[in-house]
């Protein structure tokens, strides 16, 4: 029997030598470790704006891209200014994590995940279009379970100026100021344009008029006057 339990033992438990120690450890035990799922914090660890670090910014675009720092952050303003940005993330584990796996989806953007290696634990964005987006990142250690980030991280593009509401505003009260002004400037060329039809008429029922009063002036000017005789009527003789 004590052969038995032995044989057992030693498929059982495996033994190591260390020094005047000895180390004992079940390979069954460490296979149901590797087999269980367990949940493995993701975090924000910086934030990249135009190749630089968030360390590297000053104090003005720190809060222009939120009020906490990376690893806190829960919304990012992105300037209209810049072109590049970039989150990068990482997997709160101590077991190969050079074997770790990302992957990352901005919603409203993209259409499917993008997986990455623990080599490039970043998510690059260029020329984002103005907007409201969500970021989701998930991770797998280096057993193969994955896990995804417990928040995700709200990014807000903003548009440049002449993209932005005020300036739209701004165009809508122009457009509206020039429709005015066409407006006006069409009735009183109307108005004008009446004006000039209606002196063109009257010019011409002036002539009209005109035209038979001078042709009677003029033969009245070449009738020759009569010039009248005094006639002595005969008287009867008687």
Known sequence: TSSLVG?????RDRYLGSGLEMINFSPAAVKKYQSRKRKTNIIITDVLIDGKRYNELDSVMHSKLGDATPA??????????????????ALLSYFNTSQCKYAYYLEGYDKE?????????????????????????????????WNEMSYTL??????????SWWAYLIY???????????????????????????????TNITHELLTPLTVISAAADNIKPVSYTHLTLPTNSR
């Not at 997986?115 to 279009?129: G, H, I, K, M, W």
């Not at 709200?154 to 993209?163: D, F, M, N, Q």
Request: with cysteine; aromatic share 14%; charged share 20%.
């Open 113 to 145: 995940w993008h997986y990455v290696d623990a080599s490039l634990r970043q998510a690059t964005f260029e020329n984002l279009p103005s907007g409201t987006y969500k970021l989701h990142v998930k991770a797998a250690d280096s057993y193969g379970h």
């Open 72 to 89: 806190y952050m829960q919304t990012l303003t992105i300037p209209s200014s810049v072109d590049k940005f970039g989150i990068e993330f």
């Open 172 to 202: 809508i009260a122009l457009l509206i100021v020039g429709i005015r002004f066409a407006i006006l400037w069409y009735r009183e060329r109307l108005r004008t344009k009446n004006r000039l039809q209606m002196a063109v008429v009257f």
């Open 154 to 163: 709200t990014i807000k593009v903003l548009p440049p100026w002449y993209a």
């Open 7 to 11: 044989s057992e033992m030693c498929i």
